[in-house]
């Protein structure tokens, strides 16, 4: 099975005024990985370099055994990672189904309508919708169609960026569950959440940053029972 980064060492300042001094992490094939972290700890930042958003100033990426730091997105994307970012970054004006298509463009097009029923298997809500435009669906409903777009490209990592802000207590729910039918279905998965609680049932392992480096990591159980994260995090 395929879908292993490695990330040692990223660093990223904006304008002088540093966002990420010192990352390191590892998503091993088959796992969910949380990368948790305030507001402002770094956490778009690192997964913007590892997707090739943004160029690390320090460290060094690898996919699968192969270096990816300094590549492009669209090489990223044709190597296997799709990050899909924080927001619901769906054409309002475009159907489920134009949605969908355009997340395929990498693809050949006699294979397009495969990928579309896979996606409409793993999202059948999205199968009913698939005539309705993207603007006129629920929170829910569009950032499961960005997700969906996202694994048009068939990637064997998916990014996501916190799939489940501004989302309904029951709809982060169901979101949750959607993500760990994505990770069944044989992708890896590299988490952003503030939610921490629910990430961390779902994930393998976890990450937390402070400040743009990593503070702490452990499997999803170590994490969620350490008294730093239950103070910090949990308010307890
Ligand atoms: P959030 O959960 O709020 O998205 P985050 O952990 O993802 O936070 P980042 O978005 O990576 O954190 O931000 C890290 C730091 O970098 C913050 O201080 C933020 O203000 C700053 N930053 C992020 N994007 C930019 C930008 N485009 N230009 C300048 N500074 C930025």
Redesign the pocket.
Known sequence: MQGALEVSGLAFA??G?A??RDVSLTVKPGEIVALL?A????????VRMIAGVLRPQKGDIRFDGEVLSGSPSHHVVRRGITLVP?GRLVFPQMTVMENLQLGAHIKERGRIGALVDKAFTLFPRLAERRGQLAGSMSGGEQQMLAIARGLMAEPRLVILD?PSLGLMPKVTQEMFQLIEAVNRSGISVLL?E?NLHQSLRIAHRGYV?EK?AVVLAGTGEELLANAYVQRAFLGR
Not at 39 to 46: L, P, W
């Open positions: 904006y304008d005024a966002a990420v972290g507001n402002g700890a770094g956490k778009s930042t690192t924080e916190e952003v503030q940053l743009g």
